[in-house]
């Protein structure tokens, strides 16, 4: 596996690698990670990772300066998954002057996740945006477990007329149900044992709406005081359409149920397509 942090370094070694397939990440690699990687392969010829701390989605009060990084540990991952090559740029390879240029996605950027993280997703638009010039993929992966953030980015590709793929990969969980994410290891032995609940409350919402259940404010409602009543503090749980995250327009329509909730200090999100 080739590691390159150089943008003109990266350029040269990708002419004539044919079908490039793209896995954008922060690192702090798992097999949710690894998964998209492996699907990667069936996409294109050649498949190009990123490991970047983006400073520009975090907000003021977040975890950028805690956020693990663990490089070689990430580089021995990728290397077995079969990852052709890895861009790991430094902050002053990817923002050497100030970024002032952005990209400033629609209203979908102000809700759910959006409204507890202002400027969350323009800092996501704006990196992912960077790297697809950098790397100018044919076909990128992103997880379905960030489900507005994927929707961010294929609505943007679209709009912007990129010539990229975008390809949801499936959320990857552990054998209770939690899904995987670089966050989780930020849980006490208690808090992960009851972590796999908030996946289990999307579930009874799922199983409702396909049992005939209309009433998908009375259903979120139902999760957010189930979660309270387990110590949990929720910013959200929302039932939408899959399309565009609006509001569901009947139950007939493919949906989507998404949480957000802290347990202790950790911000766990999730979401279940219907």
Not at 63 to 72: A, M, N
Not at 154 to 172: K, S
Not at 179 to 191: D, K, P
């Amino acid at each position: 596996m080739q590691i390159h942090s150089s943008i003109a370094d990266l350029r040269t070694a990708l002419k004539g690698r044919g079908r490039v397939v793209f896995v954008p990440t922060m690192g702090n690699l798992h097999a949710g990670h690894i998964s998209l990687m492996e699907q990667a392969r069936a996409h294109g010829d050649t498949v190009v990772a990123s490991i970047f701390v983006n400073r520009l989605q975090f907000g003021p009060n977040e975890d950028f300066d805690k956020y693990p990084r663990t490089f070689q540990a990430d580089c021995d991952k990728l290397a077995t998954a079969g990852v052709d090559v890895l861009f790991a740029p430094t902050e002053a390879d990817l923002y050497p002057e100030p970024q002032e240029y952005v990209v400033e996605p629609p209203a979908i950027q102000h809700v759910l996740d959006g409204e507890f993280r202002p400027g969350h997703f323009r800092g996501v638009a704006t990196v992912v945006l960077k790297l697809f010039n950098i790397v100018q993929p044919q076909a990128a992966l992103f997880g379905k477990k960030d489900y507005q953030q994927l929707m961010v980015i294929r609505n943007m590709a679209r709009q912007l007329a990129l010539p990229i793929d975008i390809i949801g990969g499936e959320t990857v969980r552990a054998a209770d149900g939690l899904a995987l994410s670089s966050r989780n290891g930020y849980l006490s032995e208690s808090e992960r044992a009851e972590a796999p609940r908030l996946y289990r409350e999307l579930n009874k919402i799922r199983e409702a709406i396909r049992a005939g259940e209309a009433d998908t404010v009375k259903l979120e409602n139902a999760a957010i005081e189930a979660l309270t009543a387990a110590g949990w503090q929720t910013d959200y749980v929302a039932v939408r359409q899959q399309l565009d995250l609006s509001m569901p327009k009947g139950v007939n329509a493919p949906l989507v149920a998404l949480a957000a909730s802290r347990l202790g200090n950790t911000r766990l999100i999730d979401n279940i397509e219907i």
